[in-house]
């Protein structure tokens, strides 16, 4: 999105810490944020179907919410990004939680400015989960338990599989947090994921190229070894 304005708080190219920080933890395993959105937001909202309140249905391609998304997620922008599930509770200094659509449309669209700040709460130990795909940088949100190689399917990421039945290492990518190994083709989206944090997924490759000589470190030798591999980019 070349053409997106700049965001107000951000200058170009700014760096920070990783997505994830700058969120409170409250009980029962929700974490509560600010996000600071340029209008039009570039989202869905709707009620929640079984309980009050509003959630964010649908982030929107092209949208302002995936642009703040991407300055987050991919250039390590401060500040947290917005996932499908969140909820709204408060709309600049009016909490909402537990509103309909109506009442926190209103304030949205009342709100003075070229900008809405949405206070969101996210449930980090159940909701869906936030995946990148790196070198790609594709990425998308999926269900927990969720097939890793039918979501990278549908996203087109580029991986290459070369078994069907989990053999060959192909497919093999690395988490950028805890570097673990995940075998696309056969591993799952894991269900114990904290979804404060985006789960990127590197490529052997890209592991090779960013985390630099990996296979030189115990890390690399171990995992060479557990996986019965000769050299990283089988
Ligand atoms: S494609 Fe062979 S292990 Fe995944």
């Given at each position: 999105m070349e053409s997106s304005p700049p965001h107000p708080d951000r200058a170009e190219g700014d760096r920070g810490p990783k997505a994830g920080l700058g969120r409170k933890r409250i009980e029962g395993g929700r974490a509560v944020f600010d996000v600071t959105l340029l209008k039009p937001l570039g989202l869905t909202p709707k009620n929640f179907p079984n309980r009050p309140g509003v959630g964010i249905a649908k982030i929107k391609e092209g949208g302002n919410t995936e642009f703040w998304n991407k300055k987050v997620?991919?250039?390590?922008?401060?500040g947290m990004f917005v996932l499908e599930g969140d909820e709204v509770v408060g709309v600049n200094d009016t909490i909402c939680e537990g509103k309909d659509l109506e009442t926190v449309s209103k304030l949205v669209k009342e709100s003075p400015g070229d900008t809405v700040t949405l206070k969101l709460v996210r449930n980090y130990l159940t909701g869906p989960v936030k995946i990148v795909w790196k070198p790609s940088l594709k990425m998308g949100t999926y269900k927990r338990g969720a097939l890793l190689r039918a979501c990278e399917e549908t996203l087109g990421a580029n991986v290459r599989y070369s078994c069907e039945d989990g053999w060959c290492s192909s497919c093999w990518h690395a988490e950028d947090n805890y570097m673990t190994v995940y075998r696309i083709c056969k591993m799952d989206v894991p269900e114990k994921w904290d979804n404060v944090m985006p789960f990127v997924l590197l490529s052997a490759l890209e592991v090779k190229n960013t985390k630099g000589a990996l296979n030189r470190t115990s890390w690399g030798r171990r995992e060479e070894t557990r996986l019965g591999l000769g050299a990283f980019g089988r």
């Amino acid at each position: 999105m070349e053409s997106s304005p700049p965001h107000p708080d951000r200058a170009e190219g700014d760096r920070g810490p990783k997505a994830g920080l700058g969120r409170k933890r409250i009980e029962g395993g929700r974490a509560v944020f600010d996000v600071t959105l340029l209008k039009p937001l570039g989202l869905t909202p709707k009620n929640f179907p079984n309980r009050p309140g509003v959630g964010i249905a649908k982030i929107k391609e092209g949208g302002n919410t995936e642009f703040w998304n991407k300055k987050v997620l991919l250039e390590d922008v401060p500040g947290m990004f917005v996932l499908e599930g969140d909820e709204v509770v408060g709309v600049n200094d009016t909490i909402c939680e537990g509103k309909d659509l109506e009442t926190v449309s209103k304030l949205v669209k009342e709100s003075p400015g070229d900008t809405v700040t949405l206070k969101l709460v996210r449930n980090y130990l159940t909701g869906p989960v936030k995946i990148v795909w790196k070198p790609s940088l594709k990425m998308g949100t999926y269900k927990r338990g969720a097939l890793l190689r039918a979501c990278e399917e549908t996203l087109g990421a580029n991986v290459r599989y070369s078994c069907e039945d989990g053999w060959c290492s192909s497919c093999w990518h690395a988490e950028d947090n805890y570097m673990t190994v995940y075998r696309i083709c056969k591993m799952d989206v894991p269900e114990k994921w904290d979804n404060v944090m985006p789960f990127v997924l590197l490529s052997a490759l890209e592991v090779k190229n960013t985390k630099g000589a990996l296979n030189r470190t115990s890390w690399g030798r171990r995992e060479e070894t557990r996986l019965g591999l000769g050299a990283f980019g089988r």
